[in-house]
């Protein structure tokens, strides 16, 4: 079954405590991205990746760092989360940035 | 970068009547444009999309009309039935370049029995 999985669902932490979720795709796409979505604000993009090795910058990078060693896997990383932090995170990977997005089931994260 | 502005961000409609939701974009060359929606605790999926060599494009009860010249799109929703409750998000990209997909800010509908 194609699908995109993040792991983990939920999670609260506690402000400087490092953290990571991780995003896998088994589609074999290119393009993979991250997303937080705060009421309000829509979807707001992290970072994206056009392939291995290749990631830039979304629109609110600022405490995020993002890595792409595998085709398949696009962990985000928390290095020192502060409460502003606290959001719905969304995993998503397509064929290109112009394709369909498929996007995970989303992780929610609290940081105290 | 690319802005996309969406609205309303709310609307309510009676079921059986149809919605429209709007969006322009900032940057002329962006020529992809697709529509999520999303169910309460659910994940996005793309319902409709539109490329910009072509002005409409339907699927059964819904449609999304694009305005080059305008700089703005609009998801159509005929018939609304209460399962078309969700949060509708519109995008835009520019296809074939490495830039990101900018999203709306999101359109809260309320289909009423």
């Known amino acids: 079954e194609a699908q995109v999985t993040q792991n983990p669902r939920y999670l609260i932490t506690v402000t400087g405590k490092k953290l990571t979720v991780t995003c896998s795709q088994n589609?074999?796409?290119?393009?993979m991205s991250w997303y937080r979505q705060d009421p309000g604000l829509g979807l707001r993009q992290i970072y994206y990746?056009?392939?291995?090795?290749?990631?830039d910058k979304g629109d609110v990078p600022e405490g995020y760092k993002v890595s792409r060693k595998e085709k398949r896997n696009f962990p985000l990383i928390l290095e020192s989360p502060s409460p502003n932090q606290t959001s719905l995170y969304f995993c998503?990977?397509?064929?290109?940035?112009?394709?369909?997005?498929?996007f995970g089931p989303g992780t929610r994260l609290t940081v105290l | 970068g690319e802005n996309v502005e969406q609205h309303p961000s709310t609307l309510s409609v009676q079921e059986g009547d149809s919605a429209v939701i709007k969006c322009t974009y900032s940057?002329?060359?962006?020529?992809?444009f697709p529509w999520y929606k999303q169910e309460l605790g659910k994940r996005p999926q793309l319902i409709i999309d539109?490329?910009?060599?072509?002005g409409e494009k339907k699927d059964q009860r819904i449609a999304v009309t694009l305005n080059k010249t305008a700089k703005h799109f609009s998801l159509h929703i005929t018939e609304t039935q209460p399962e078309d409750s969700a949060v509708y998000f519109c995008?835009?990209?520019?296809?074939?370049?490495?830039?990101?997909?900018?999203f709306g800010s999101g359109t809260q509908l309320t289909v009423l029995p």
């Open positions: 589609m074999n796409h290119e393009y």
């Open positions: 995008a835009a990209s520019i296809r074939g370049s490495a830039r990101q997909l900018t």
């Open positions: 940057d002329s060359a962006s020529n992809y």
């Open positions: 539109i490329r910009s060599n072509v």
């Open positions: 990746s056009m392939n291995v090795e290749v990631t």
């Open positions: 998503a990977s397509s064929r290109t940035v112009a394709d369909t997005q498929y």
